[in-house]
């Protein structure tokens, strides 16, 4: 605590619950005392104290200067133990389940509103199946039908000995083998539910302090104050059982395709029969996916139906049949080429190219009606990100099975003459081969970009000298402070390169598929004939397509190694996890679970409990993405606590980021909202801060405008008496450090209104038992 910190005008406890932002921190570098005790908590999620703290409410009198600080520490949430490491897997799934979350606001189109989350969430059951169809694609196609069928594949292999099919044992059918190895991909869906269930229990399972009275349809209370927002436990219960169910019969599909031909008989009415059971339970998921959203005006703990909670085993059991019917010998059956069905990937890419399509014909009918000139890509940003999604799960399908092709064939090219194998679908080669397209075209924004920075810089050294006009010039600190500047304001230009590349995939995505269907072989075979120049151009772009896509799987399997075994790779990789783990599971429950789900629970439950017991004042100061923490927990707060709360954000992305990637949920009307619902807030941005800014909410009803005048970085612009060493430029960090900091805080607790007489007995058995373990 600083004792520069002016004395509140009102006596009385008063506490400051900090926030950390991404990235993680410790309590002890947060309270800035290596001896810190956890009040309340576990291991997971906790608030800390000082040790000389704890019994801060007994001694009113030592605290007078300023308030008791404690610390909200959540960074296991998103990067705790090694299991983490699995999420990198579920990136696809993460990115389209922030889709979800970026209409825009129509509230008078409710209509528009639940289609929207409808193709979203049919977009996130698309990808499920296209990660289930690469593992069949990489397990049954290449290693136990191309690679195990053929001897030139399988000499060497001992690990395919057994089921080679010139060893003629009884695995060597083409039918038992796919019967073996269709246990990978089974796994792996297994293994998804698995981790979906686990995070479910953990995370879901938190209860806000709101009560289970369901708000009427005309609460004027933003989406994020609503009794269940924070509350999915339905919803992802119901898109998990829907998923599994999908993963299991994308499997079973692909078994019961292959010897389709060679069915004869009873097997050909089994395998009618299957395939009419496979349709039906497929039909069911869909009805599962599409038809029921997100309950948030009241905290849902209904159980779905029984129709619903038993699709996965319905569809274990039609994949167990499938495997019997697959397994089963037919003479004469031999397994050349690629295995039958392959189309699949060409069906799913158009399927989510029309999805994509119509989201964004949703997203501009939801943005007529409430235009923003603020909100990325005027709307478009949820379709956008969308196709990302899309793009991303493509880059891992095809990666994985480029990969695992490149490393059975020896040194050939799969699909070509000299190689014993036909290679993956023509599509995955097509798609690598618009990746080095792809990232030539990106070359073009990133220099304009370039440029743009550095014009920047060079007109923002008159504004540099003018904030420091009491200093003399230095060309060298004033061209640093510059373009830290002109960096900084690179992230607003974010929507226009993510634009670029979103339509630039769609677009080449378009033209990949449209090769591969007219073609039906790979670009170097299907351009051979062509002028020499193009002829090469094409056999280049393949080659380096399926490096680059191979060498990028790789690359995301030695991430993912790293993270397991270093606690410290562990927690970078958890920065990505903390911007894009924010939001609940309403699109995709395989995505890493929402960290905010307990965040912001334990949150509301610890300023309830101590404003409940104590009567006092509470600053709740978030920094970074801690501020989006902390502006959700008070928007679930009580209307009597929300009078003995202040809110301080610093650093803080509220408009910059989330005001304008989810506008429905942060946008002006939102942010102008949480302005009149809390006592006060003061928001403090630095020019050289390329995450926080201001949130825009100007003065309104006698309230001041949230914004404080911008701070200056450095603090210092050269040596002085009281700096007699250079500053540096904090940029994103350390806005304690700031003198206008504490002025800030103590202003807010000023207008707080004074301490209550404190409350024993009930109040504080209360709360302890909301609270949990406290040692206070």
């Not at 009385?12 to 810190?36: K, Y």
């Not at 050939?412 to 690598?432: E, F, K, N, R």
């Amino acid at each position: 605590m600083s004792p520069a910190t002016p004395a509140p005008e009102h006596g009385g406890a008063a506490l400051e619950l900090l926030v950390h932002g991404v990235g993680g921190a410790t309590p002890q570098s947060m309270l800035h005392d290596p001896r810190t005790v956890r009040v309340t908590g576990d291991e997971t999620a906790a608030v800390h104290r000082r040790a000389d703290d704890l019994d801060a409410e007994d001694h009113p009198g030592r605290y007078a200067a300023g308030p008791v600080p404690e610390a909200y520490v959540w960074s296991n949430l998103t990067s705790g133990d090694g299991a983490r490491a699995l999420w990198l897997l579920l990136l696809p799934f993460m990115v389209v389940n922030l889709a979800h979350w970026m209409r825009p606001p129509a509230p008078e189109r409710p209509g528009l509103v639940r289609f929207y989350g409808v193709l979203v969430r049919l977009l996130a059951l698309s990808l499920t199946v296209l990660l289930t169809a690469a593992v069949c694609e990489v397990a049954l196609d290449l290693t136990a039908w191309q690679c195990a069928g053929t001897t030139a594949c399988a000499d060497g292999r001992a690990w395919l000995g057994f089921v080679s099919a010139d060893r003629a044992g009884w695995w060597s059918g083409p039918g038992r083998r796919l019967a073996l190895a269709a246990v990978l991909p089974a796994a792996l869906v297994a293994l998804l539910w698995y981790l979906s269930r686990r995070t479910w229990s953990a995370y879901e399972a938190q209860r806000p302090p709101t009560g289970d009275a369901p708000a009427p349809s005309d609460d004027p209370r933003p989406a994020l104050g609503r009794p269940g927002f924070w509350y999915g436990r339905r919803l992802v219960a119901r898109l998990r059982a829907a998923h599994t169910a999908a993963g299991f019969l994308t499997v079973a599909g692909a078994l019961v395709v292959a010897p389709a031909r060679h069915d004869t008989g009873g097997l050909a009415a089994t395998g009618l029969a299957l395939r009419a059971a496979l349709a039906v339970c497929a039909a069911l998921v869909l009805w599962a996916v599409c038809g029921r959203g997100r309950s948030e005006r009241r905290l849902d703990q209904r159980v779905e139906s029984a129709l619903v909670t038993r699709l996965p085993a319905a569809a274990l059991c039609l994949l167990a049949l499938t495997v019997l019917h697959t397994g089963w010998a037919r003479p004469g059956w031999t397994s050349a080429g690629t295995l039958p069905g392959s189309a699949v990937f060409g069906m799913l890419t158009v399927a989510q190219g029309g999805l994509v399509v119509a989201l964004g014909a949703v997203a501009l009918l939801l943005q007529r009606a409430r235009r923003d000139p603020r909100t990325a890509l005027a709307g478009l940003g949820g379709p956008a990100t969308a196709m990302l999604a899309c793009a991303l799960a493509g880059v891992m399908s095809g990666g994985v099975a480029q990969w695992v092709a490149d490393r059975l064939d020896g040194g050939a090219t799969p699909g070509t003459g000299g190689s014993p194998l036909a290679g993956p679908p023509v599509l995955l080669s097509w798609q690598a081969s618009v990746i080095p397209v792809l990232l030539l075209l990106l070359l073009v924004p990133a220099a304009l970009l370039g440029v743009r920075t550095a014009l920047a810089a060079r007109r923002l050294r008159a504004a540099v000298e003018a904030d420091y006009a009491a200093e003399r010039p230095d060309p060298v600190r004033t061209g640093q402070i510059a373009a830290s500047r002109a960096r900084a304001s690179l992230t607003d230009s974010t929507p226009v390169l993510i634009g670029v590349v979103s339509g630039t995939t769609l677009l080449l995505g378009a033209a990949s598929v449209a090769g591969a269907w007219a073609s039906d072989q790979v670009p170097g075979s299907a351009f051979s004939g062509a002028h020499p120049a193009i002829a090469a151009l094409a056999t280049t772009t393949q080659a380096l397509g399926s490096w680059m896509i191979g060498f990028g799987f790789l690359l995301f399997v030695t991430w993912g190694r790293r993270a397991y075994r270093d606690a410290h790779a562990r927690r970078t990789i958890g920065i990505l996890w903390d911007v894009g783990t924010f939001w609940p599971r309403a699109a995709h429950p395989f995505a890493p679970p929402c960290y905010a789900e307990r965040a912001v629970p334990d949150l509301t439950w610890r300023m309830c409990s101590w404003t409940g017991r104590t009567g006092g004042r509470l600053v709740i100061s978030g920094h970074s993405q801690g501020s989006v923490l902390a502006a959700a927990a008070v928007w679930q707060l009580p209307s009597a606590t929300r009078a003995r709360v202040a809110l301080l954000t610093h650093g803080s992305p509220l408009e910059r980021l989330y005001g304008r990637w989810f506008p429905a949920y942060f946008g002006p009307d939102a942010l102008r909202g949480l302005h009149r619902a809390v006592h006060c807030w003061t928001n403090l941005y630095r020019a050289t801060d390329p995450i926080g800014g201001p949130v825009r909410v100007p003065a309104e009803d006698g309230r001041p405008g949230v914004d404080a005048p911008v701070l200056r970085d450095p603090v210092a612009y050269g040596r002085t008496r009281d700096h007699p060493l250079p500053e540096p430029l904090l940029g994103h960090s350390d806005y304690p450090a700031d003198p206008a900091f504490a002025t800030c805080r103590a202003g807010l607790l000023d207008r707080l209104l004074p301490a209550l007489p404190r409350q024993r007995g009930v109040d504080e058995a209360a709360d302890q038992g909301s609270s949990g373990r406290s040692s206070g």
